[in-house]
């Protein structure tokens, strides 16, 4: 689902315009922030309020991206000099992984195997490991369900469910 979303060309551009020589690496650093938290309380969506790419947006616009604000330009009104931003920058062999690099990372190799032994109780040949590598590759659902001959909305929903139960756990992996 966060590769969706990332994909999107959806999330929003707050504050588009200011900021003028920082705002991609503010804008990067929210969303990054925004999708760590999204991973973490996923429980927390209500999807009968609004669509997921909404929840996301406002997280990003009210809570992320002025936390960005402050974390790279810091709490002053006085923007700091580009060499100042320049060196609290990692040096690029010390760069930590994306959030989403870690995702992928945590998914691929599935230390535990516990999305593995996740299987749907009908149709054994489906567990939630399968259906989230084919999600993040980008797959559709109709793809995925002429694959493997099990409705799509069957699939949606096991997908749906497990991933709301196995987030926090996503959360604190990629927490580490």
């Given at each position: 689902m966060m590769q969706g979303i990332l994909?999107?060309?959806r999330i929003s551009?707050?504050?588009k315009g200011q900021?003028?020589?920082?705002?991609?690496?503010i804008r990067t650093e929210a969303i990054q922030k925004t999708a760590l938290y999204f991973c973490d309380k996923?429980?927390?969506?209500?999807?009968?309020?609004?669509?997921?790419?909404?929840?996301?947006?406002?997280?990003?616009?009210?809570?992320?991206?002025?936390?960005?604000?402050?974390?790279i330009l810091g709490n002053?009104?006085?923007?700091?000099?580009?060499?100042?931003v320049l060196?609290?920058?990692?040096?690029?062999?010390?760069?930590?992984?994306?959030?989403?690099?870690?995702?992928?990372?945590?998914?691929?190799?599935d230390p535990e195997d516990v999305l593995k032994n996740r299987t749907h109780k009908v149709y054994k040949q489906v567990n939630f490991w399968d259906l989230l590598r084919r999600r993040m590759a980008g797959e559709k659902w109709k793809e995925i369900?002429?694959?493997?001959?099990?409705?799509?909305?069957?699939l949606s929903d096991f997908y749906q469910r497990?991933?709301?139960?196995i987030a926090p756990q996503i959360g604190r992996y990629l927490k580490k």
């Open positions: 994909r999107s060309r551009h707050p504050r900021f003028e020589n920082f705002y991609d690496e996923i429980d927390k969506y209500d999807p009968d309020k609004s669509p997921v790419i909404r929840w996301f947006n406002y997280l990003l616009e009210k809570r992320f991206f002025p936390e960005a604000i402050r974390e002053s009104n006085v923007f700091p000099k580009v060499p100042a060196d609290r920058l990692p040096s690029k062999e010390n760069n930590p992984p994306l959030p989403s690099e870690e995702l992928r990372k945590y998914v691929y190799e369900s002429a694959d493997i001959g099990v409705p799509a909305s069957t497990n991933l709301k139960e």
